[in-house]
Nanobody, 114 residues
Framework: QVQLVESGGGLVQPGGSLTLSCAASGSIFSINRMGWYRQAPGKQRELVAAMTRGGTTNYADSVKGRFTISRDNVKNTVYLQMNRLKPEDTAVYYC????????WGQGTQVTVSS
């Protein structure tokens, strides 16, 4: 099993930046992929960005060029750097780990508003 704890959400103005962190513990050596998903009110949860064990990344079209996923293997932490934030980025952001079983963090709220 894997435990995931997110942090870093908050309120930011349009055009601003935030960095989300996801600290993993437990069976971390079995993780094949980690990623960030988000869910806005009334919408389905969607993939934002993901990184495989080998370092391959993929991004939703809506965040390409603005968001960057990265990891620190020493700290067992995955980050999501979010730049040029837009109001439509407002959502609860969830960290996900695939072993292949999937595990989720508790979510962190990101609100982009002036």
């Amino acid at each position: 099993q894997v435990q995931l704890v997110e942090s870093g959400g908050g309120l930011v103005q349009p055009g601003g930046s935030l960095t989300l962190s996801c600290a993993a513990s437990g069976s971390i050596f079995s993780i094949n992929r980690m990623g960030w998903y988000r869910q806005a009110p009334g919408k389905q949860r969607e993939l934002v960005a993901a990184m495989t064990r080998g370092g391959t990344t993929n991004y939703a079209d809506s965040v390409k060029g603005r968001f960057t996923i990265s990891r620190d293997n020493v700290k067992n932490t995955v980050y999501l750097q979010m730049n040029r934030l837009k109001p439509e980025d407002t959502a609860v952001y969830y960290c996900n780990a695939v072993l292949p079983l999937g595990y989720w963090g508790q979510g962190t709220q990101v609100t982009v508003s002036s």
